[in-house]
């Protein structure tokens, strides 16, 4: 193979941000380094792309090997390039994120390299500019969300309203008038209301409902109407 004269080799990297649900809380999956510089401490799930791989086989291939986890969809983030991100060599990351129901996971996880789910509000330092990323992959969630049912990624098939506003709330950092909520979303006729409820919380319990995909697509500005700050949110990150 040719390659181009008088040209500096660098090291490319992917490091895949997953995000995950409980029912209670917003989670991001994080592991324990196994190599110097900063082994033994928190990081995303990252490693170098092979000459023979692109890089969305890399980061499928990466989560794969430190977590356990497959079938996970993974969306191109961003491509980070500080000269000095990496300490130890000049490194190259792009970044990939994922929304997640942590329940439908649970037996895949591995634990050979300490993969651990810690509540977003409470993560601990990560390594390089990984924070940096998580940040942008937030802020690109609260876009993205505004729009599409992106955060149904993170429930289970049904669930009930108080789950879907602490879901939101996670997301956006913020708190919703529990009743407004429950108003403005029921409105929008994207709910479909099942006869089951969930009673572990409480006797009287709550009705689950699922997500009217067809009313969806056709009404989806609907979601709007609850979103904190639509308007900067659509000017966000693009």
Known sequence: MQKYSKQTRLLLAVDCIIFGFDGDTLKILLIKRGFQPEKGNWSLM????QVDESLDQASNRILKQLTGLEGVYLEQLYTFGDVNR???ERTVSTAYFALIDIHKYETQLSNDYHAEWFPLK?????IFDQQ????TAKKRIRYKAALHPILFELL???FTLPQLQMLYESVYNTTID???FSKRILATGLMIKLTEKDKTSSRRGAFYYQLNMKNYYAKFQSFLNFIPNPDSLLQAIY
Not at 46 to 49: E, Y
Not at 132 to 135: C, F, Q, T
């Open 46 to 49: 990252g490693g170098f792309v």
């Open 86 to 88: 990496d300490p130890k």
């Open 122 to 126: 409470r993560t601990p330092k990560l």
């Open 132 to 135: 940096e990323m998580v940040e």
């Open 156 to 158: 289970p098939g049904k």
């Open 178 to 180: 529990k009743r407004n």
